[in-house]
């Protein structure tokens, strides 16, 4: 329903400071409402990527603590200060969300820092918690947020999500997972690695099921000898006895003492309620967009997990810096490439991934070549006495351009960015592996090597 009274006039509406906070210097002269309805700086900097991973970092040592025989050094996993970790990881982050909050606040007079729930009202018109906005220009970067599924009792039993799981004030003894993604086994990493016994339960035989199968079996492999996977499970029902939350797979019941729900994320489209702002949506909830991030609807764009299914930061800032440039510029229109988006899970071991997988490269029809190297089989490889990770490349079989690449294992998200480059600015396979140098014996000596398979 329209408001009664004129709404506040602004040139442009943010909804969202994650992406949506990265507003450009050439925009200094309009009037901006900035609209957050949760803690400022967004899903990365406060639950996500970034926390996440500075709680990745001591498991990885912890890991490798424990594992040190197979070098010849005697080294021992002594236990973690969780407390110690956590206030580690959030006394870095939590001033940063509130300097940022308070620079947008103070420090920059063009913009008018709104908290609450902005939901449409209009053509780009909004009321936040009862206070009417509107502008001819609006960004739609609002993110998303957990998806909770039904599950008998699980509203019940004080589960956790990506959002709260890593503030927890001990480190459990026993924690219980339901999900098979990325969050599922990064944070399935983290307690398992710090001292928590893991179960796992996941709908489908293999985690990470989206990566390619190869990698996916590894892995399932590979993280299955460290906490205890129930495959082809999910809880038919959860309850807490005291403080102890059971779960019921049939006429099993698993006792855990923290719960963690991980069966991925939702757009926040409904929160937002775009159907009322005119703008279309994909049956998954994301917000229709083009190349331009601009929506069907004029002077609408939206960018991050809001418009694409992604959920990667790097795209998140890159398509608002497409965004923010067209609609300051509608004679320049740019266009966000979707041509090579990377992706990493760090968890132990550590996956990256762009572009086909085998599967997808079979479906589309193109003749390919597989080139596939062990990291056993290179030089650094044998200093790391390494004998689960590889990396694995697919090759166009005429044109020798890069349809895809994927590496499981010890710096894989570092290790894929010559590919990633490779496939963005259209180099081949042959040139890459050919005409550069690689450091011998680097680690790096593993994607030359899987370039080289591919072409011979």
């Not at 098979?180 to 990493?189: T, W």
């Not at 398992?192 to 990470?208: A, I, K, Y």
């Not at 991030?293 to 609408?300: C, E, F, I």
């Not at 939206?302 to 923010?324: C, M, P, R, T």
Request: aromatic share 6%.
């Amino acid at each position: 329903m329209a408001p009664d009274t004129a709404p506040e006039e602004f040139d442009l509406i943010i909804i969202g400071s994650g992406s949506g906070n990265s507003i450009p210097e050439y925009l200094s002269d309009w009037n901006i409402a900035l609209v957050e309805r949760g803690t400022f700086g967004g899903t990365c900097l406060n639950v996500g990527c970034i926390p996440s991973k500075m709680f990745v970092l001591p498991a990885d040592h912890a890991l490798e603590a424990q594992h040190g025989a197979k070098l010849g050094i005697e080294t021992s996993f002594e236990g973690a200060d969780w407390r110690a970790i956590r206030d580690r990881v959030f006394g870095r982050i939590d001033p940063i969300a509130a300097g940022g909050k308070e620079y947008r606040a103070t420090g920059t007079p063009n913009v008018t820092l709104i908290s609450g729930t902005a939901r449409f009202v209009g053509d780009k018109t909004f009321d936040v918690d009862g206070r009417q906005i509107a502008a001819p220009k609006v960004l739609l970067a609002a993110g998303a947020r957990p998806v909770i599924p039904p599950i008998p009792g699980l509203a019940d039993v004080g589960f956790h999500t990506s959002d709260t799981v890593m503030r927890l004030d001990e480190l459990p003894p026993r924690l219980g997972i339901i999900g098979g993604g990325f969050i599922a086994v990064e944070m399935g990493h983290v307690f398992s690695g710090l001292g928590s016994d893991v179960t796992l339960f996941n709908r489908s035989g293999v985690l990470l099921r989206a990566q390619d199968h190869e990698v996916s079996e590894r892995f399932t492999d590979v993280f299955g000898s460290r906490v205890d996977l129930r495959l082809d499970q999910v809880p038919d029902s959860v309850e807490r006895r005291g403080d102890v939350i059971v779960m019921h797979v049939g006429n099993d019941e698993i006792e855990v003492d923290e719960l963690l729900v991980a069966t991925g994320r939702q757009p926040n489209s409904d929160l937002v309620d775009v159907e009322s702002g005119g703008i279309p949506t994909s049956a998954d909830g994301t917000v229709d967009v083009d190349l331009t991030m601009a929506t069907p609807v004029d002077g609408v764009w939206a960018v991050g997990d809001i418009s694409n299914s992604y959920q990667l930061k790097h795209l998140a800032n890159a398509e608002a810096k497409v965004a923010f440039w067209n609609m300051a510029h509608p004679d320049d229109q740019r266009e966000v490439s979707y041509r090579a988006v990377p992706s990493a899970v760090f968890s132990n071991p550590q996956v990256a991934t762009v572009g086909m997988t085998e599967t997808q490269a079979k479906e589309s029809g193109q003749p390919f070549r597989i080139g596939r190297r062990d990291y056993g089989g290179t030089a650094y490889g044998w200093a790391l006495e390494d004998d689960t990770s590889f990396a694995k490349v697919i090759v166009h079989a005429e044109t020798e351009l890069i349809l895809g690449a994927h590496i499981i294992g010890p710096q894989a998200a570092t290790l894929i960015q010559p590919l990633i480059q490779a496939m963005e600015l259209g180099q081949s396979a042959r040139t890459i592996s050919e005409d550069v140098f690689y450091i011998h014996p680097a680690l790096s000596e593993v994607v030359e090597n899987a370039l080289l398979e591919a072409l011979d």
